[in-house]
Nanobody, 127 residues
């Protein structure tokens, strides 16, 4: 069956870095765009970043541009999110998700467009 398993979350001080990983199985990983979403306490789940099936294109929400980098390794069926210069407002549960579709604009990436979801990993940034 389809599985997406996130790892790499934890507690970090503001200004620090974390690298999230998401290991995929049960579907043709190289045929799917992969996205990272996050959900802070009391807020809706929001789009963070996405990468096309080949890795040739990426998309980011404005609030993380220049700080976060999404990448993928199709040989390992894994997608990554490198998070630098972390801020307290980045505190959230981070989820990876998969879709066979692609949208060029960050505002077009919604939870309804994703086919598969992981269970999430918690990132806490202290001030």
């Amino acid at each position: 069956q389809v599985q997406l398993v996130e790892s790499g979350g934890g507690l970090v001080q503001a200004g620090g870095s974390l690298r999230l990983s998401c290991a995929a199985s049960g579907f043709t990983f190289s045929s799917y765009a992969m996205g990272w979403f996050r959900q802070a306490p009391g807020k809706e789940r929001e789009f963070v970043a996405a990468i096309k099936w080949s890795g040739a294109s990426t998309c980011y929400v404005d609030s993380v541009k220049g700080r976060f980098t999404i990448s993928r390794d199709n040989a390992k069926n894994t997608v990554y999110l490198q998070m630098n210069s972390l801020k307290p407002e980045d505190t959230a549960v981070y989820y990876c998700a998969a879709t066979p579709r692609w949208w060029a604009a960050a505002r077009s990436w919604g939870t309804g467009g994703m086919n598969y979801w992981g269970k999430g990993t918690l990132v806490t940034v202290s001030s």
